[in-house]
């Protein structure tokens, strides 16, 4: 493997009060069009964001000036994922956040509850320019609120699966137990349902899923920034495969990589390139190959390090783990198949957490 090219979103002077450019999504459609998106905002504040999305048509040389898709109910904006639904026809899963006392922070570590937060769903019919009226994405039984983690994952027999995370409601003062899951929709996103949970350990904090979707159509393999939260101690990222497209869950394993994953990509050939970042010196991201479904990699490329300092700390309680991921500067990896041997991967990187920009680097498998 290696770097053919670096490249970022450059900023849109129109939304300069937003320093901060970060978790972003970035699309390949048909087209050949880049569709991103992505939260701007104050990082360390929590309290003081939103989110837009813009595309390139030359392959991330230049970009249309930012937008916003679409409007959500009174509130906070809080991200998009977009995936391909073939010809010029997108699909969007767009997160929402109580807005209406913006003083509160997003998290309340006296609770370890969550503001409320929802899920849309929206139809692009011409590359991401214009959307449908949101539709509420249905993830009953699960009344919490639901973070989303990632793109929408379409599968062989048809369904596409929407990627969240359950956290609790504030007031609610029973013990917190972290939950992964998806939901399924059959049809495009008019109906949603079929919830099924990935994870859900007391005491273990599996968090950020990264799952993608093998060449068979049908296995998932999802990866986890994990914290063992009886021992305050952040472990090896870990994983958990399905063989039925998301229905049932095998054990857990530990892929030996400390740091935090990013979004993987399967590959043709069946292998998966994986991505993850370690901040315990500087922040460092890494891309591997594995022949064994994460089990073990037997390539690795480092597409960033700059020398920032110690970001995360192994040892820590989950209270201080949300502390800290507000100092991030340099988060949230991904990788996107560009097909003929080529992968992208992108981030967000900047000497602060309130001065960033999305930056992507283009890769030769070789």
């Given at each position: 493997?290696?770097?053919?090219?670096?490249?970022?979103?450059?900023?849109?002077?129109?939304?300069?009060?937003?320093?901060?450019?970060?978790?972003?999504?970035?699309?390949?459609?048909?087209?050949?069009?880049?569709?991103?998106?992505?939260?701007?905002?104050?990082?360390?504040?929590?309290?003081?964001?939103?989110?837009?999305?813009?595309?390139?048509?030359?392959?991330?040389?230049?970009?249309?000036?930012?937008?916003?898709?679409?409007?959500?109910?009174?509130?906070?904006?809080m991200?998009?994922?977009?995936?391909?639904?073939?010809?010029?026809?997108?699909l969007?899963?767009?997160?929402?956040?109580?807005?209406?006392q913006p003083e509160?922070?997003?998290?309340?570590?006296?609770?370890?509850?969550?503001?409320?937060?929802?899920?849309?769903?929206?139809?692009?019919?011409?590359d991401?320019?214009?959307?449908?009226?949101?539709?509420?994405?249905?993830?009953?039984?699960?009344?919490?609120?639901?973070?989303?983690?990632?793109?929408?994952?379409?599968?062989?027999?048809?369904?596409?699966?929407?990627?969240?995370?359950?956290?609790?409601?504030?007031?609610?003062?029973?013990?917190?137990?972290?939950?992964?899951?998806?939901a399924?929709?059959?049809?495009?996103?008019?109906?949603?349902?079929?919830?099924?949970?990935?994870?859900?350990?007391?005491?273990m904090?599996?968090?950020?899923?990264?799952?993608?979707?093998?060449?068979?159509?049908?296995?998932?393999?999802?990866?986890?920034?994990?914290?063992?939260?009886?021992?305050?101690?952040?472990?090896?990222?870990?994983?958990?495969?399905?063989?039925?497209?998301?229905?049932?869950?095998?054990?857990?394993?530990?892929?030996?990589?400390?740091?935090?994953?990013?979004?993987?990509?399967?590959?043709?050939?069946?292998?998966?390139?994986c991505?993850?970042?370690?901040?315990?010196?500087?922040?460092?991201?890494?891309?591997?190959?594995?022949?064994d479904?994460?089990?073990?990699?037997?390539?690795?490329?480092?597409?960033?390090?700059?020398?920032?300092?110690?970001?995360?700390?192994?040892q820590?309680?989950?209270?201080?783990?949300?502390?800290?991921?507000?100092?991030?500067?340099?988060?949230?990896p991904?990788?996107?198949?560009?097909?003929?041997?080529?992968?992208?991967?992108y981030?967000?990187?900047?000497?602060?957490?309130?001065?960033?920009?999305?930056?992507?680097?283009?890769?030769?498998?070789?």
């Amino acid at each position: 493997m290696r770097v053919t090219e670096y490249g970022f979103i450059p900023r849109d002077e129109r939304f300069s009060q937003y320093g901060s450019n970060a978790f972003p999504c970035i699309t390949l459609l048909p087209s050949g069009r880049w569709l991103a998106s992505f939260k701007i905002g104050e990082k360390k504040t929590s309290t003081v964001f939103d989110a837009v999305m813009t595309y390139s048509d030359d392959q991330g040389k230049t970009w249309s000036p930012w937008y916003y898709p679409v409007k959500l109910p009174e509130g906070m904006r809080m991200m998009y994922y977009t995936c391909s639904l073939g010809g010029s026809r997108v699909l969007m899963t767009a997160n929402w956040m109580d807005g209406s006392q913006p003083e509160r922070p997003m998290y309340d570590p006296e609770q370890e509850s969550l503001k409320n937060t929802k899920i849309y769903c929206s139809i692009s019919e011409d590359d991401g320019e214009s959307w449908s009226e949101p539709k509420l994405v249905d993830t009953s039984p699960v009344r919490d609120p639901v973070p989303l983690t990632g793109v929408p994952l379409k599968l062989a027999d048809g369904r596409i699966l929407c990627q969240f995370e359950i956290n609790k409601h504030q007031g609610d003062t029973s013990k917190w137990v972290h939950r992964s899951a998806f939901a399924a929709t059959a049809d495009e996103g008019k109906t949603w349902g079929d919830v099924s949970i990935v994870t859900c350990v007391p005491d273990m904090y599996y968090w950020d899923q990264r799952p993608c979707v093998l060449s068979d159509g049908m296995t998932i393999v999802d990866f986890f920034w994990t914290l063992d939260g009886s021992k305050n101690t952040y472990l090896n990222i870990h994983g958990r495969e399905s063989r039925d497209g998301g229905r049932s869950w095998g054990d857990f394993f530990d892929t030996g990589i400390y740091g935090q994953p990013g979004t993987p990509a399967g590959l043709a050939d069946g292998g998966i390139a994986c991505i993850d970042i370690d901040r315990r010196v500087n922040p460092v991201i890494t891309v591997r190959l594995s022949r064994d479904r994460g089990r073990t990699f037997d390539a690795s490329l480092e597409v960033y390090e700059k020398p920032l300092g110690r970001q995360d700390s192994r040892q820590m309680s989950m209270n201080e783990a949300w502390d800290e991921m507000a100092k991030f500067s340099v988060g949230h990896p991904n990788l996107l198949d560009l097909g003929d041997g080529e992968l992208l991967a992108y981030w967000y990187a900047g000497d602060h957490c309130d001065d960033t920009l999305i930056e992507f680097a283009r890769i030769t498998l070789g």
